[in-house]
Nanobody
Framework: QVQLVESGGGWVHPGGSLTLSCAIS????????VGWYRQSAGKQREVVAH???????AYLESVKGRFTVSKDTEKSMVLLQMNNVIPEDTAVYYC???????????WGQGTQVTVSS
């Protein structure tokens, strides 16, 4: 069973920065898509950023220009650099890894990010 373990969440001031990390127990290169989702209180889980095999990235409109998704192939990790955070970024952030054929979808346990003064 593939395991994803997030770290790096916590409390940060508005305008501050935070880096989330996700360690994947299998070779990250075997996944077609890796990335981050988030879920805030009373809302549905939403995709924050994807990194697609081949190098393409996709971002939630509200985080474009502030967040950057990347991967460390050697360490089999996916990262989310969060800059200039705002209170609306407060949520539980989940790491996700997917293979398309056959479909396999894996989640981490989530890490809380709180943006507040």
């Amino acid at each position: 069973q593939v395991q994803l373990v997030e770290s790096g969440g916590g409390w940060v001031h508005p305008g501050g920065s935070l880096t989330l990390s996700c360690a994947i127990s299998e070779n990250i290169s075997t996944f077609d898509v890796v990335g981050w989702y988030r879920q805030s209180a009373g809302k549905q889980r939403e995709v924050v950023a994807h990194l697609i095999k081949g190098g393409a990235t996709a971002y939630l409109e509200s985080v474009k220009g502030r967040f950057t998704v990347s991967k460390d192939t050697e360490k089999s990790m996916v990262l989310l650099q969060m800059n200039n955070v705002i209170p609306e970024d407060t949520a539980v952030y989940y790491c996700n890894a997917r293979r398309m054929s056959p479909m396999e979808n894996y989640w981490g346990q989530g890490t809380q990010v709180t943006v507040s003064s």
